[in-house]
């Protein structure tokens, strides 16, 4: 099984270059999440999608868009990177809705840096 | 604000005894879920157990318990007979919300981790 896929799972940048983080899941379902981890650091959040067709900022928006494209498909961009977006991103799902006691599964997260 | 506070940055445990990961938690709702994640070094996050704030028992899956304080707001983790795959990270974690309402989404707020270190 699948689960959440993230793409790519490396990348180097430069600073002022873009580019878009894919996350995609097969798990129908309703939510979806973006995550930082830098060292010593817990995750935090960047921005969710609660269902297809909403997204909300969470702790760190600044310097990321995104877009739902789809029910399956949840994408970060960063328009233009800065070495402080350095970090580890991971992509997560969960079920969402009244469906409180269920746990987000997580991808296998994305290397960002940026130099 | 909710918050998750973990104030053990790193723990040695041999192999086969118990170990108990700490979590406390702040929060003003009264409808809220506790969460333990697992990280081991190659990077990944994997749910180990859940506890609801109106679970009147602790939670248990297999070698994890949840020893779920209300009135002290701790909700640590307890590792029964711990082994060599044990080594990693621990994270709590917390959902937001009052009401899980249908577009809240249920976003978390992590604690900063507890590296787990299993000797043999």
């Known amino acids: 099984n699948a689960g959440v896929t993230q793409t790519p799972k490396f990348q180097v940048l430069k600073t002022g270059q873009s580019m878009t983080l894919q996350c995609a899941q097969d798990m129908n379902h309703n939510s979806m999440y973006w995550y930082r981890q830098d060292p010593g650091m817990g995750l935090r959040l960047i921005y969710y999608s609660a269902s297809e067709g909403t997204t909300d900022k969470g702790e760190v928006p600044n310097g990321y868009n995104v877009s739902r494209l789809n029910k399956r498909e949840f994408s970060l961009r960063l328009e233009s990177a800065a070495p402080s977006q350095t970090s580890v991103y991971f992509c997560a799902s969960s079920v969402g809705g009244t469906g409180s006691n269920q746990p987000q599964h997580f991808g296998d997260g994305t290397r960002l840096s940026i130099l | 604000a909710q918050k998750i506070t973990q104030t053990q940055p790193g723990m040695f445990v041999q192999e086969k005894e118990a170990v108990t990961l700490d979590c406390t938690y702040d929060t003003s709702d009264q409808s809220y879920g506790l969460f333990w994640y697992k990280q081991p070094s190659s990077g990944e996050m994997i749910f180990l157990i859940y506890q609801g704030s109106y679970d009147e028992q602790n939670a248990t899956e297999g070698r994890y318990s949840l020893n779920f304080q209300k009135a002290r707001k701790s909700a640590n983790l307890v590792i029964s007979a711990s082994q060599l795959g044990d080594s990693a990270m621990y994270f709590c974690?917390?959902?937001?919300?009052?009401?899980?309402?249908?577009?809240?989404?249920?976003?978390?707020?992590f604690g900063q981790g507890t590296e787990l270190s299993v000797k043999p």
């Open positions: 974690a917390m959902r937001e919300g009052a009401l899980l309402l249908y577009n809240q989404g249920g976003k978390l707020i």
